[in-house]
């Protein structure tokens, strides 16, 4: 720790002035000290436990930020990629800046300070200071939980304690729940088990913030200089990126903040879960989330505040129904924001069961049997939006530059690498851990364990089948169809396909390609193609607009007219076979005109075209009846209650077909 003085920011001043410390500090060559350590996931001092806790004892308080440099500038265990990338390091920068400033306001102080080891620095620490009781909030992931372990074995060698609180790192505190997270067998497997259960439970109150003792004045040569010095060795900052949807900036000030706007401009009638991947329209899961994610993250703002304003504004303004076409969940919207939130505690309290499991390659559920591998060429191509599948290479893109992309997107990049590259899934995980602004281990290791990585039943059952010999993930080439219409976001970040006719910027592969096979995609429970809408219990609703056929696109020769357009040249070759899907683009649920090639030769129409839009248009009327039967009794019936892959998988009528 080279520098030892007090944090200032953003060059303001924030040390205290030293006259007034020791007019109402108690003797510093005495009095003992405690110590709120703000760990990088709750800088925020309102509904904060450990901090509250302290505050309310008659000794002196130090805040402090550790920057742990193998978070900020190490290099991950699998891809070997930078922990973390400039976006997410600036963000963190900010949530500090603004904790050290909130603090100054109230007369308090932060130091922070750059470190290897966490257990070192409290080593040198209580040589400084007489520490009596560090407080902090639990950790519930591997990694955290070792560093953790080493601070309590320092302090307990100097007669100083660890206090750890699990506070409000969830909306239900872990003593509410009625059972025991930890034990891997009393933690329901599935998410919407555990949210019916968790939703029976009550929340606690908000925790103000309390009156703040002052700081020790012994603790004045301690941290960095400044918030910068200590992020010192953080990536280069990248200048703004202007194609982003939406500016977050870091600090619970600023989440506070968005949490008002949310709430007073009555957004919340129009709240759309970010997994509600089908809700059709203008309030879409794109569009109409609460976007509180990053924040969120870094602890500058609890979840269970976020549950308790929701149903504060519901008690004076009225409810709004959440129910709405291809929303598979009842209740108000408030009360479908709780559910949202219940999915970051499930993946919380889970990562607590799972334990390391969800860092290895099998992941929680012991999968065994895939060939993964470590092609570092296939998984920068991925990266870097380079995969010749326009949607996942807008999705990439936009990742890499902006640190954030929508759930859906996160879906659909996520599964195309384990299912499509066969890429070892932790090097994905790693990547998004590097870049989302959101990342917290919980919520992005466990979204790809839980909802990206195959299920054992259905790993055993492919096993007996030959590798499919096109892409996998069929939503690659259909959701763009679906959820960008008019290609306003693909263009945005792939801007190469800017001026071919839209249909075919949706799917470049067949400017020069040709249908070599028919095969059969229909979705159904246990689909090996569809990782994720097939099963949803509201499927058939959505897919009367999906014949069940797709062609298999092999390589041709570029066809005259795209003579502008040169595949490799222009654009990036499919890294694997594309598939061209029968849609029937007119009956699509969303309102948006088809792109700028004829009707009569849109490619998306290879064979029989004209006949199967003429069969779909009749049986959609059916279809549609028969799916609002089945959608009445599916309402509030979540997609994860069953298990996603039974045992018995449709594969195999698949491959009987
Ligand atoms: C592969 C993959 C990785 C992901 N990694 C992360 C991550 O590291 N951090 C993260 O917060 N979310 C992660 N998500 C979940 C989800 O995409 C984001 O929470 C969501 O896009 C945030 O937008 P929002 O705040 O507008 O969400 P809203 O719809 O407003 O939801 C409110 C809050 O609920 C929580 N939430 C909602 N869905 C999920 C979910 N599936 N898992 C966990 N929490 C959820 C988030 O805290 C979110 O801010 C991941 C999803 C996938 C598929």
């Known amino acids: 720790m080279p520098v030892r003085r007090w944090v200032k920011s953003g060059g303001a001043k924030l040390s205290p002035d030293p006259d007034e410390l020791v007019a109402s500090a108690p003797d510093p060559t005495t009095a003992r000290v405690n110590v709120v350590w703000h760990k990088w996931s709750d800088l925020r001092l309102l509904d904060h436990e450990p901090l509250y806790r302290a505050h309310q004892r008659s000794e002196p308080v130090l805040h402090l930020h550790l920057v742990e440099l193998p978070l900020l500038s190490g290099l991950s265990r699998v891809a070997g990629i930078p922990r973390c990338s400039s976006r997410r390091a600036e963000f963190w920068q900010q949530c500090v800046e603004d904790l050290a400033c909130r603090l100054k306001e109230k007369g308090q102080h932060l130091v922070v300070a750059a470190v290897e080891d966490p257990a070192e620095f409290f080593a040198r620490l209580c040589e400084e200071v007489p520490v009596r009781s560090v407080f902090c909030h639990e950790d519930f992931c591997d990694e955290e939980l070792q560093v953790q372990a080493s601070v309590r074995r320092t302090l307990q060698r100097v007669g100083a304690s660890l206090e750890c609180f699990w506070g409000a790192l969830t909306v239900h505190h ?43 004045v012994a603790a004045l040569t301690l941290g960095s200089a400044t918030v910068a010095e200590a992020f010192a060795t953080a990536p280069p900052r990248l200048p703004p990126e202007e194609r982003q949807l939406f500016q977050w900036t870091g600090g619970e000030t600023f989440a506070l903040q968005h949490l008002k706007n949310y709430m007073e401009s009555g957004s919340l009638v129009r709240y ?13 899961a794109v569009n109409a989330g ?29 409810q709004s129904s959440s129910t709405a076409k291809g929303v598979g969940k009842t209740g108000s919207t408030g009360t479908r924001l709780h559910t949202e939130l219940l999915f970051r505690d499930f993946l919380r309290f889970s990562t607590l069961a799972w334990g390391t499991s969800l860092f290895k390659i099998g992941g929680p559920f012991h999968i065994k049997g895939v060939q993964w591998k470590r092609d570092q060429e296939l998984f920068k191509k991925w990266c870097l939006g380079q995969t010749g599948f326009p949607f996942v290479d807008a999705g990439m893109r936009e990742l890499a530059a902006t640190g954030y992309i929508s759930h859906l997107h996160r879906q659909c990049c996520a599964a195309f690498l384990v299912r499509d590259l066969g890429l070892d899934w932790r090097m994905g995980a790693e990547h998004f851990e590097s870049c989302l602004l959101d990342h917290t281990p919980d919520a992005n290791w466990g979204n790809w364990a839980y909802r990206i990585l195959q299920r054992p039943g259905l790993v055993e059952t492919r096993a007996k089948y030959p590798l499919e010999e096109h892409v996998n993930t069929v939503e690659v080439v259909v959701w763009p169809a679906v959820h960008d219409a008019q290609l306003e976001h693909t263009l945005l970040w792939v801007p190469e396909l800017q001026h071919l006719p839209k249909d075919l910027a949706r799917e470049p592969w067949r400017t020069e390609g040709h249908p070599s096979k028919r095969i059969k995609i229909k979705p159904y429970k246990d ?37 502008d357009f040169q595949l490799e040249r222009d654009y990036f070759r499919p890294l694997i076979p594309a598939l061209n899907v029968e849609l029937d683009l007119d009956a699509l649920p969303v309102k948006h005109s088809w792109g700028d090639t004829p009707g009569e030769s849109r490619p998306h129409l290879w064979e029989g075209g004209q006949r199967q839009r003429r069969r779909a248009k009749v049986k959609a009327t059916k279809v549609e009846e028969k799916a609002k039967v089945s959608f009445a009794a599916n309402e509030g019936v979540d997609e994860d209650d069953a298990p996603q892959f039974s045992e018995r998988s449709g594969i195999e009528n698949c491959h009987r077909k």
């Open 527 to 563: 689909s090996p193609l569809w990782f994720c809408a097939a099963n949803r219990t509201n499927w058939d609703y959505e897919y009367f607009w999906l014949p069940g056929h797709a062609w298999i696109v092999s390589e041709g020769k570029p066809e005259h007219r795209y003579k």
């Open 290 to 318: 609460t976007r509180l994610s990053p924040w969120l993250a870094f602890g500058c703002i609890s979840a269970r505040m976020v549950v308790k304003e929701a149903k504060a504004w519901e008690r004076v303004n009225g």
């Open 272 to 284: 759309r879960g970010a997994t509600e991947s089908f809700a059709h329209g203008e309030d879409n």
């Open 174 to 216: 872990i003593d509410d729940l009625g059972f025991d997270a930890r034990d891997r067998h009393q933690m329901p497997m599935y998410k919407g088990e555990f949210q019916r259960a968790a939703k029976r439970r009550p929340i606690r109150e908000v925790l103000p913030i309390p009156a703040l003792q002052k700081p020790p």
